[in-house]
């Protein structure tokens, strides 16, 4: 099968932004301050999202009299972003009027926490601080918003489609009217050499020449799936690769996610086009069909679906364009990221830190190493972001932390895989302050050297991932920070490496810091096809790689967000399509005893 250039058809639908899901919070409080004399507190909560010395209210719930237990009904809603630090304050007041005046209410406490912890937790609940004490607690329980989500997966063939492309027919579509002007000369230069008496027998000679072009031509065809919107018009939901001449094609298995194909209305109508593809973007229409999702789910393994041609359907003797046949399809459940994650998968982090010589002397003030600026140095500002987001998806703080390229005392012997806190049997760092002061300790007692050599630690962790998935479970998942100041030496096994690991519960994250070429690094990116070398091909795409000095001027939250947000979407294709497997267990009904 070919892949088409840019700007012809792709498989699938456009690569989905970062994720942003609603998420509804359900409030509840206990052992509240009485405020009231005569009777209880009236308490009321209201939300805010904190952004600096910024605070911006995002919502509240009602009132409840007299109630220093209160279950709120009314749920706050908020944005659910995973790749940034959300921070939120909830405050708890009395309310003695009837406008629900905050300004004029008694204050009950607070609680300051992120959204990340509260949706990793299947039952958040903290204590509320009332001017330094602790004064009752307040739970918050979070739940994506939303119906239940499913994918279609199917693999269609096509049956003796018809033909749009004679012999030489691409050609003269992608070269136009100049083509026709070199073909007329040519033709005149050849009757140039015929007797006048042979003209009459050139005209057979031609149809018979045409004819034959005609039956060695066939057709490119891809499939497009169209989903109808209120006004009765069609939306784009998946386009298949096409494949080159044939009238009988295999296209690829696909998988379309319900709530794209037919917004999750099993009665709503899809349209589906078979076009030949065309280099100029002028495709030609083979045939189309109608169906919906509930004929496609009672469809059996072989039926066939004619495609019709809307402008020769009315010609006299037309049946079909071709056939699409359906040889498998299944419609499954498929789990969101936050359901996962909300249903007991942590997000286990991983550290490997670049400590070769080009990153220059750490006591030099110009080396990237340097610890004694006013400013943190970039391995630094890389391991706060990215770490400040996902140590809330992690329960025991614990982070393996190694470095590579350097030579340790005693035998001053290079390692490119060693124990940031010199423990090689427990290489685990305490929280995020750990891991830095590990680095700290560790720059002053190895010197750098090389070469860049990254795969024995993307080795290492692919080794802690496999398993994990051992454990044929939605438990464990492992996202490993790479940072480096240069390109990988040992690239093709770091490739190797990285195809293994596209099979396991594993993400990479690479940042490369300093001002090195890392062209060649983009390679490791596989956003528009999916890395391979020789014969081998990973499964999916798990790595992402940004240069540092894109966010050099910018808020480190930048640089987490831009590398942190294609994790959501590699955790559900790992357990809904490669594992095939639920979330541990249910969000609310908490872990089984």
């Not at 979070?142 to 499913?150: D, F, N, R, S, V």
């Not at 006013?374 to 025991?396: F, K, L, R, W």
């Not at 990116?525 to 999916?530: E, M, S, Y």
């Not at 399509?577 to 609310?588: A, K, M, N």
Request: glycine letters at 8%.
């Amino acid at each position: 099968m070919q892949q088409p250039p840019p700007y012809a058809p792709q498989g699938g639908a456009p690569p989905p932004a970062a994720m942003v899901s609603k998420v509804e919070m359900t409030i509840s409080c206990e052992g509240l301050r009485d405020a009231d004399v005569f009777s209880k507190s009236d308490p009321i909560c209201v939300v805010y999202n904190l952004e600096g010395n910024k605070r911006r209210e995002i919502g509240r719930t009602e009132r409840i009299d007299d109630n220093l237990n209160p279950k709120f009904q009314k749920q706050v809603i908020v944005d659910y972003h995973f790749e940034e630090v959300q921070k939120l304050a909830f405050h708890v007041f009395d309310i003695d009027d009837n406008n629900n005046d905050v300004s004029k209410a008694d204050f009950l406490g607070k609680c300051e926490c992120t959204l990340g912890q509260i949706v990793s937790s299947s039952n958040f609940k903290r204590p509320l601080d009332y001017l330094g004490r602790n004064f009752g607690s307040i739970s918050i329980q979070a739940q994506e918003q939303g119906g239940m989500q499913k994918s279609v997966a199917m693999t269609l063939k096509g049956v003796k489609l018809d033909k749009k492309d004679w012999f030489g027919s691409k050609l003269l579509k992608s070269k136009g009217i100049g083509l026709l002007v070199l073909m007329s000369l040519a033709l005149s230069v050849l009757l140039s050499y015929f007797p006048a008496s042979l003209y009459y027998i050139l005209p057979f000679y031609l149809i018979v020449i045409m004819f034959h072009l005609a039956q060695l031509g066939k057709s490119d065809p891809f499939l497009e799936f169209h989903r109808q919107l209120l006004d009765g018009s069609y939306a784009l939901a998946h386009r298949t690769e096409f494949i080159k001449n044939t009238l009988n094609p295999n296209w690829k298995p696909m998988k379309i996610n319900t709530r794209r194909l037919c917004n999750n209305n099993p009665d709503t109508v899809i349209r589906v086009e078979c076009f030949d593809w065309n280099s100029n973007g002028s495709h030609d229409l083979i045939g189309e069909f109608f169906t919906t999702l509930a004929e496609l789910e009672q469809a059996n393994a072989g039926k066939t679906f004619p495609l019709v041609h809307p402008k020769k359907k009315s010609k006299r003797g037309y049946r079909h364009s071709g056939e699409i046949v359906v040889e498998t399809l299944t419609v499954a459940r498929e789990y969101s990221f936050l359901e996962y994650i909300q249903g007991g998968c942590e997000l286990n982090f991983v550290v490997g830190i670049d400590f070769t010589g080009s990153n220059g002397d750490p006591r030099d003030p110009s080396s990237l190493h340097y610890l004694g600026g006013t400013t943190p140095n970039q391995y630094t500002q890389a391991i706060n972001a990215v770490g400040n987001v996902i140590q809330d998806y992690d329960s025991d703080q614990l982070y393996p932390a190694f470095g590579f390229g350097a030579r340790l005392p005693p035998t001053w012997q290079v390692s490119h895989q060693f124990s940031l806190n010199g423990n090689p049997s427990e290489p685990d760092c305490h929280g995020i302050q750990g891991i830095l002061g590990a680095y700290q300790q560790c720059i002053n007692s190895v010197q750098l050297y090389g070469p860049t050599n990254a795969s024995p630690i993307v080795g290492n962790v692919a080794k802690m991932a496999r398993e994990a998935l051992h454990q044929q479970q939605a438990k464990d998942y492992y996202i490993l920070l790479l940072i480096t100041d240069g390109i990988l030496t040992d690239m093709d096994q770091t490739i190797h490496m990285i195809i293994e690991a596209s099979e396991l519960p594993m993400s990479i994250i690479i940042v490369g810091v300093g001002n090195a070429d890392f062209s060649d690094m983009e390679r490791l990116d596989a956003d528009d096809a999916l890395l391979s070398i020789g014969n081998r091909k990973a499964k999916r795409d798990i790595v992402q790689f940004v240069p540092f000095r894109d966010f050099k001027n910018g808020l480190p939250d930048r640089l987490a967000a831009s590398v942190l947000k294609e994790v959501p979407g590699q955790v559900r294709e790992m357990y809904n399509d490669i594992l095939r497997v639920p979330p541990l267990y249910q969000p609310f009904n908490g872990p089984p005893s």
